[in-house]
């Protein structure tokens, strides 16, 4: 490995933590619970769904992934996880507009 890589792999390192902690995007609480996010989902621990932090994690360096999650979201979609697919978002508490589903999706991304 050359300095010039481990230097990068630590800086980025640093930057990369910095970004998850100073960009968090502030959290939707109204729609989350018009949603019912939480009643599949924690934050931080697998329930019935994975958790926001390993979606995140998950979907961190997947080109496409906010849009193709919106689209899930509101329609609902194939498994990508398990056997259990998330219902669409009318099943889930009423329809989703495009702009609350990428508001949704960039905090789940943001976890
Ligand atoms: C009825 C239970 C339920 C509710 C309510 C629910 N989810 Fe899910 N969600 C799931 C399940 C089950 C999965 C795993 C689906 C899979 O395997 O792709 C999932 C997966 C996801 C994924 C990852 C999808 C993928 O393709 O990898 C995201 C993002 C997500 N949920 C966000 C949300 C948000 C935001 C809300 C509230 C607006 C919500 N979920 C409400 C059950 C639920």
């Not at 926001?52 to 990508?80: C, D, T, W």
């Amino acid at each position: 490995m050359t300095a010039s890589f481990r230097n990068c792999l630590l800086v980025c390192g640093v930057l990369a933590l910095g970004a998850s902690v100073a960009h968090a995007e502030p959290e939707p609480t109204a729609l989350i619970d018009q949603q019912h996010c939480m009643f599949c989902h924690m934050r931080d621990a697998p329930f019935l769904a994975p958790s926001f932090q390993q979606i995140a994690e998950h979907y961190r360096n997947v080109p496409n992934a906010q849009s193709m999650l919106e689209h899930k979201l509101r329609r609902g979609g194939k498994a990508h996880w398990g056997d259990t697919p998330m219902p669409g978002a009318v099943e889930r508490g009423g329809p989703l507009s495009a702009a609350d589903a990428h508001t949704l999706v960039q905090w789940v991304l943001s976890q």
